[in-house]
């Protein structure tokens, strides 16, 4: 494990708020066990293991009922971790695998099978190499027949650039972490416009409204003693919630790699989901109709 790694939480708050019957936990990882599992030899950081049981335990512990694990980039395009806490998962578990243009359909196949319904293409610079945009719209058209999503990682200053891709995908596409805005530009700014544009304009388009502890400046309640969390972030994932109540997801992201401030406490991050998303009908929709509808519609 890297000498600056922070481990997750060790025994994070039972939530005060209580999630709708069937919550899906829709962004989280495993990483390892490394000795079973290991990190890719192309990783740009090595992790502590975080495995399907402790994953599980704390789907348990929040009151979630499902996940939807995401390959990370420690493993490549390695999916067997991933897999493996699939197809332990008592069903209650489906992925987004990561897959290059190598992949075969009998592995396509057999990744379907084990509960993977995407794929993710990251652009982020620190955590991977570049792969030209023709192999990676040509994995799309791969997919794209069995009903695969693909799920995106970008930096909110890097939209411009890639927007053409996106809207040429021929799936939909799911936005990990609401394209990564600098939170102390303004909700109604040109910046976070043009995402909101991007997902007015696109009905295939969808986000994740998670990750607060990643993208806020003010920090957990602890650090501002505010009574809401992550202050700073809840505008811009309120506002995605009540604009595309139909098209959001939400997930812990645990556990959590990379953070260099502070490790949360995923208990906290469940309560932030109230004030995103305020009535019973719009928490059912992110939590529970949203993914069940992109995870587990067959
Ligand atoms: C996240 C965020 C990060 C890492 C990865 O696959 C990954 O390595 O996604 C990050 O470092 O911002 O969603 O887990």
């Known amino acids: 494990m890297d000498p600056d790694w922070l481990p997750f939480h060790p025994h994070p708050a039972k939530p005060r708020f209580t999630p709708p019957p069937g919550a899906v936990d829709a962004h989280c990882h495993v990483f390892g066990p490394a000795d079973k599992f290991p990190f890719a030899p192309e990783r740009k950081y090595t992790p502590c293991d975080a495995s399907k049981e402790q994953l599980f335990a704390l789907r348990d512990h929040l009151g979630f009922s499902r996940n939807v694990v995401v390959q990370a980039t420690c493993h490549g395009n390695d999916n067997r971790a991933l897999v493996d806490a699939l197809v332990h998962s008592e069903g209650r578990a489906r992925g987004v695998a990561s897959v290059g243009r190598d992949v075969s359909d009998a592995e396509l196949q057999a990744l379907h099978q084990a509960g993977v ?17 023709a192999v990676l719209a040509e994995i799309a058209g791969r997919i794209a027949p069995l009903g695969w999503h693909v799920v995106v990682y970008f930096e909110a200053q890097d939209l411009p650039e890639l927007w053409d891709f ?16 600098d939170v102390t530009k303004p909700v109604d700014g040109p910046e976070f416009e043009l995402f909101v544009k991007l997902l007015s304009e696109h009905g295939n388009i969808w986000s994740k409204v998670s990750c607060p502890e990643r993208l806020s400046k003010s920090g957990p309640p602890a650090l501002d003693g505010e009574q809401n969390p992550y202050r700073d972030v809840l505008p811009f994932a309120r506002r995605l919630v009540e604009n595309f109540p139909d098209r959001v997801l939400w997930g812990t992201d645990w556990p959590h790699p990379n953070l260099k401030n502070h490790m949360p406490d995923d208990g906290l991050l469940v309560d932030f989901i109230p004030h995103i998303a305020p009535t019973a009908e719009l928490q059912k929709k992110l939590l529970v109709d949203n993914p069940m509808h992109l995870y587990w519609a067959d």
């Open 117 to 133: 319904r995407g794929t993710r293409f990251n652009f982020v610079r620190r955590l991977v190499d570049f792969t030209p945009r």
């Open 166 to 181: 996106f809207t040429a995908l021929p799936t939909t596409v799911v936005v990990d972490h609401m394209g990564r805005p």
